[in-house]
């Protein structure tokens, strides 16, 4: 990668370090290799080794971590050292290297942390504003801020208490790109830390169909977005995840469903996997399990849906 916080995963186990396989790697996994490595948040887990192919063997894959663990080896996995497994679908991982929110629900909420001296420091509630959030949010991936609390909404931090005042413009890409000043409040504690929360990123999302509540069918996976593949031809399956993103997008019942559809072409953002949907899930994600890109055939997937755009 461009950075220690970057790459192509690898881990040293049974005398030797080979890399994980892209299956079911996710941002649990990958929050718990950030934390392992001091790096912040994890951000985006790339596949397909979009660092670049790994070396020796491919040592794991379906790596189960739960995202609290120290260290990679505390997590389950399936051992897979004896298989030739090719290299090109080797898993990575993006840290936010410079911010963290730490202590909420999930990694899009917490105390607002920076990397200060190899350490992370609290950043003052006094130092820190809604501009200042939506750069923030963006460098975690965690689409825009929602609401921010002061006076150390999500518990006191350890350590030292950042020394800079924030004065982002709110467009910027990293938190470190924006301008600081000297902190405005010289008595800030550890009573007085920055908490934010952001809206999580979008999962999934209806394209080309004229509104947000019609069109093709796109998931949000490993930083970037993919359409879904049916994996079975059962009209009854094929309806479960489909009731399932009606619900998470507030667009009501299902109108109609064109689809899916055989193309002929050969589509590089096209995932399939095993679908456990029942159409009583929150989100897409808790039931589309093992997911992987099928870039080597030919594709076939939701082309057309549209919902009422009514909430139930």
Excluded at 278 to 294: I, Q, V
Aim: net charge negative.
């Amino acid at each position: 990668g461009s950075s220690p916080c970057s790459g192509t995963v690898e881990v040293y186990r049974w005398g030797q370090w080979g890399t994980v396989a892209q299956y079911n790697w996710d941002l649990n996994d990958a929050a718990v290799v950030c934390r392992q490595l001091g790096c912040g948040s994890a951000v985006v887990t790339p596949i397909r080794a979009h660092f670049g192919e790994g070396s020796g063997r491919v040592l794991l894959r379906d790596v189960s971590c739960n995202g609290s663990e120290s260290a990679l080896r505390d997590c389950g996995a399936v051992d897979f050292r004896h298989i030739d497994f090719p290299h090109k679908f080797d898993a990575g991982v993006i840290c936010s290297d410079f911010v963290q929110l730490e202590g909420g629900v999930d990694r899009c909420s917490g105390r607002v942390e920076v990397k200060f001296n190899q350490s992370w420091a609290t950043v003052c509630d006094a130092d820190f504003d809604w501009q200042d959030a939506q750069v923030v949010c963006r460098e975690l991936d965690c689409g825009g801020p929602s609401a921010l609390h002061r006076g150390s909404h999500f518990g006191r931090g350890e350590g030292a208490i950042w020394s800079q005042h924030f004065q982002c413009e709110g467009d910027e890409s990293f938190l470190h790109q924006c301008l600081t000043s000297d902190r405005l409040e010289q008595n800030c504690t550890h009573g007085s830390g920055m908490g934010l929360i952001c809206t999580g990123p979008e999962e999934e999302r209806l394209m080309n169909g004229g509104s947000p509540c019609a069109g093709t069918l796109q998931f949000y996976r490993w930083g970037q977005w993919w359409a879904i593949r049916p994996v079975s031809a059962d009209i009854n399956r094929v309806l479960n995840p489909v009731t399932v993103v009606g619900r998470q997008l507030g667009c009501g019942p299902l109108q109609f469903l064109g689809g899916p559809e055989y193309e002929a072409v050969f589509e590089k953002n096209v995932l399939t996997g095993e679908d456990v949907c029942k159409g009583s899930e929150y989100k897409l994600r808790d039931c589309l399990k093992d997911l992987f890109n099928e870039m080597d055939f030919p594709s076939m997937y939701f082309r057309q849906i549209t919902f009422t755009g009514r909430k139930q």
